[in-house]
């Protein structure tokens, strides 16, 4: 590490810059530590862990791990990573990131006026939820039980959209005695085991084949398609975070990104987004990052 005298820029060498520490970012550097490989996570949120880490869900078909909360399952990752790798805790992102095809290294200038030089660098910034409707303290955007938590009993709740997610949170809100009722564009796409839960549950109404579906706010509630309800909650699927469209210099003219840029997890776009995938993806480029500078290195 280089301090620059003054004390406020620190320059730093690293094998791997991995931007974003949540399942991915996290599982990429465990693998690079295995294999002897330097890395640093630049994390914008204050903590580690991404949003599963504030999430009590219970997490599903993680094989070996039956009932295990997603704050559970990333408070053990965080603790097996080094913080002394973790550019963190103060809302960091990249702001610039040159890349000097010569050295063959990225240079990237960190938001608090640090320089890191980077022989690789891995893009795991995950998607946020996407709604055509603006959040608001009645319109609920996306997963995340804290978000649904403080919905009363006897209340009633539209519930925009017809994937798992909106399925499941219809069922935890019917649970806790709402009312609810679910919207869906087309038709529902939930998986069979949800389907049945939600047709037998009675404070669940499902209504299909809506056609655009209108939303507006007011003092008390919602309304949607013409009728009022206490909240809206909405699960439209996700967007991949636009964190690589910032730095035009990682991809080539024609798109793709350039050789010694990867992206992994939920930014890939997957059609079925999941914890396994992204940790599969980081372990497989965590190798080939690892075969590629053996290489450079002969
Ligand atoms: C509530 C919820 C429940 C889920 N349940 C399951 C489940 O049961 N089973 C399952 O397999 N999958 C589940 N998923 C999906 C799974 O969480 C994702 O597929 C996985 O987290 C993707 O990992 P990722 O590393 O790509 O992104 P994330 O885990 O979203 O991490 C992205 C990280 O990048 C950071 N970041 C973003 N932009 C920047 C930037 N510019 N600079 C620095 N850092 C940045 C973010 O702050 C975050 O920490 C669930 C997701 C949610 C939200």
Redesign the pocket.
């Known amino acids: 590490m280089n301090k620059v005298m003054g004390g406020e820029m620190v320059e730093r060498k690293v094998d791997v810059l991995i931007?974003?520490?949540?399942?991915?970012?996290?599982?990429l550097a465990q693998w690079l530590t295995g294999l002897g490989r330097s890395w640093l996570i630049?994390?914008?949120?204050a903590v580690?862990?991404?949003?599963?880490?504030n999430?009590d869900?219970?997490?599903?078909?993680?094989p070996g791990q039956a009932e295990i909360s997603?704050r559970d399952y990333l408070a053990a990752m965080v603790a097996q990573i080094d913080a002394a790798h973790c550019a963190r805790a103060t809302q960091?992102?990249?702001v610039a990131v040159d890349a000097d095809v010569g050295q063959g290294e990225f240079v990237c200038t960190l938001s608090h006026g640090d320089v890191i030089h980077a022989k690789k660098m891995v893009f795991?910034?995950?998607?946020t939820p996407f709604s055509p409707f603006p959040e608001s303290a009645r319109v609920i955007v996306?997963?995340?039980?804290q978000k649904i938590a403080h919905i009363a009993a006897g209340q009633r709740v539209a519930v925009l959209g017809g994937g798992d997610?909106a399925a499941d949170h219809a069922l935890i809100l019917a649970e806790m005695g709402v009312a609810v009722t679910m919207l869906v564009r087309g038709q529902l796409r939930t998986s069979a085991a949800l389907l049945q839960q939600i047709r037998q549950q009675p404070m669940i109404l499902i209504c299909t084949d809506c056609q655009e579906l209108v939303l507006s706010t007011n003092a008390t509630g919602v309304q949607v398609q013409g009728e009022h309800y206490d909240y809206a909650v909405v699960y439209f699927g996700y967007q991949a975070?636009p964190?690589l469209q910032?730095f035009p210099v990682l991809k080539t003219a024609a798109g793709a990104l350039r050789d010694g840029v990867f992206a992994?997890?939920?930014?890939t776009q997957p059609e079925f987004?999941?914890?396994?995938?992204?940790q599969g993806q980081a372990a497989v480029v965590a190798k080939q990052i690892d075969a590629q500078l053996s290489q450079r290195a002969k």
């Open positions: 931007v974003g520490g949540g399942v991915g970012g996290l599982t630049v994390e914008q949120a580690l862990g991404g949003p599963l880490a999430s869900y219970i997490l599903k078909w993680i997603g960091l992102s990249a795991a910034c995950g998607a996306g997963p995340g039980l997610n975070s964190q910032a992994i997890g939920d930014m987004p999941n914890i396994l995938l992204t």
